[in-house]
């Protein structure tokens, strides 16, 4: 079904840059959350420009450059649509980056060494835990109770995927009995299920005024408002919390207490201390997303923690041992365990039992661990390499960390960098895409050290950029228009 052409009408405060720009730069935004699909139709041209008080000639330049980005087509007396993912050319250094980039049909970069460098996704780098992967799949091919593995499964878990999890959400200090745990396909679900099974419908949901992209299309799913509470260098602000809070109508918080995505900040024990008393004193839920947790070698006690009756623990293996498993742990209050369960039913079913057995496999026989130290050891080198060639420069880049949360010189827009990058062939994520509220987003951009194949092209990209830096007066740009 396509969005009818009254409906589509973005909310250009939440990018930098020329009005053309910004619309170009919402419609990828909505296309990679979801919000645009192929065959949608975008609004007339006259219609849009009234809808955002702009001309009808700067909608018509912002077309063309969403068109030259490969994303959208015309089609005469039709008008113009979102193009398929198979559509959006990746050979091309002024395109932008399609959302399905890493599909295995996408061009291999050794293939094509003029393929742009995407370092816009966080995920881990290297090829770690193939030869683990083909060892499992011949043992579990000998085991006589394969079979079962090709039956539905409850979404609570078997006793040893349930045994698995906890003995991983352990290595973080944290009791999971098996009545508080549901197994959900990745923490993307394991958030979606929880904030479902706590959330009203059209409920308020706080979080960081800078989040992970992610939890709005889930919003956007259930039907959820996102109310930003503001953040400094240890995340949450506690007077900030406690202003939200004190407004009334707060379903849930949302947090990301360790390397918050894309902050990269980490809350000190005391800042946990001090927010959980907060949480406590009114008795609201919070989920906390720690998916990164593992990752510093010495990582602050989980938030949740300290919140045995309203706390909601939500991480999974992605960024610690393999993506491609879609494995998540969801370790909440024994009452809410049903409702959570519900949740995940009601999005996945269930989450793959064949994947989650070799999770579960790895973790008790320490294969997991393994591979989570082999990751470390990739990330750290790569962090090493990022800090030479960023040297200098404004970035937050802490041990553990997937990406540099790099802040802008002046007069440097966020979106006016992102666009110099794609020319170069650098395709990056602006700060806008992570913001929420009317609050204008910092002048940043996320740097994923992960995407690269290779050190080779990581390094490449990041010298790109640093070029930009160094020798691109972005003046010039402000002259031109």
């Not at 593995?149 to 078997?158: D, E, F, K, M, V």
């Not at 979080?207 to 109310?227: C, F, K, M, N």
């Not at 579960?360 to 661990?369: A, P, V």
């Not at 470390?376 to 790569?382: G, K």
Request: aromatic letters at 6%; one cysteine or more; glycine letters at 8%.
């Amino acid at each position: 079904m396509t969005i009818h052409a009254d409906i589509w009408a973005p909310d250009l405060n939440r990018f930098e840059g020329p009005k053309y720009r910004a619309i170009a730069d919402a419609v990828s935004a909505d296309i990679r959350d979801g919000v645009l699909k192929p065959g949608d139709r975008l609004p007339p041209q006259r219609e849009l420009a009234w809808q955002l008080k702009v001309t009808v000639g700067t909608v018509t330049r912002a077309y063309q450059e969403a068109e030259r980005r490969g994303l959208v087509g015309g089609e005469v007396g039709r008008g113009t649509f979102v193009r398929p993912m198979r559509d959006h050319s990746l050979g091309s250094k002024s395109t932008s980056m399609p959302t399905d980039w890493y599909s295995l049909d996408a061009p291999d970069e050794e293939d094509d060494p003029d393929a742009p460098i995407s370092m816009q996704f966080n995920f881990p780098p290297g090829d770690v835990g193939t030869e683990d992967l083909r060892r499992a799949m011949m043992t579990l091919s000998q085991d006589p109770r394969l079979g079962q593995l090709l039956w539905y499964q409850a979404p609570t878990g078997n006793p040893l995927h349930l045994q698995a999890a906890e003995t991983w959400m352990g290595k973080r200090g944290l009791s999971a009995p098996p009545d508080t745990v549901v197994i959900s396909s990745g923490a993307h679900n394991g958030i979606l299920a929880t904030l479902a099974a706590i959330c009203r419908s059209g409920g308020r949901v706080a979080t960081e005024r800078l989040v992970y992209p992610g939890l709005r299309a889930i919003a956007r799913l259930l039907g959820l408002e996102l109310v930003p509470i503001d953040i400094d260098g240890e995340g949450i602000m506690p007077d900030a919390l406690r202003q939200v809070l004190a407004t009334g109508g707060i379903d849930a918080v949302y947090t990301v207490p360790t390397l918050q995505n894309p902050t990269n900040v980490t809350q000190s024990e005391e800042r946990r201390d001090a927010l959980a008393a907060i949480f406590r004193e009114f008795d609201v839920p919070v989920v906390e997303d720690d998916l990164f947790g593992l990752l510093p070698e010495d990582a602050p006690t989980p938030l949740t923690a300290r919140l045995p009756d309203i706390g909601y623990y939500v991480t999974s293996l992605s960024k610690s041992v393999a993506p491609g498993l879609r494995v998540g742990f969801i370790r909440g209050p024994a009452r809410s365990r049903d409702q959570i369960a519900a949740g995940v039913r009601g999005s996945t079913w269930m989450a793959s039992p064949l994947t989650t057995e070799i999770a579960s496999r790895w973790i008790l026989d320490g294969t997991g661990e393994r591979i989570l130290m082999e990751r470390r050891r990739i990330d750290e080198t790569r962090r090493e390499k990022a800090q030479m060639i960023l040297e200098g420069l404004d970035f937050d880049m802490p041990p553990g960390s997937l990406h540099a949360w790099l802040h802008l010189p002046d007069p440097w827009h966020a979106s006016q960098f992102v666009n110099h990058a794609r020319e170069e062939g650098v395709i990056l994520s602006a700060a806008h895409a992570f913001s929420i509220g009317r609050e204008r987003p910092p002048f940043a951009v996320r740097v994923c050290l992960g995407p690269p194949r290779t050190e080779e092209r990581m390094e490449q990209g990041l010298h790109s950029l640093r070029h930009i830096l160094d020798k691109h007066d972005p003046m010039q740009d402000q002259a031109a228009m």
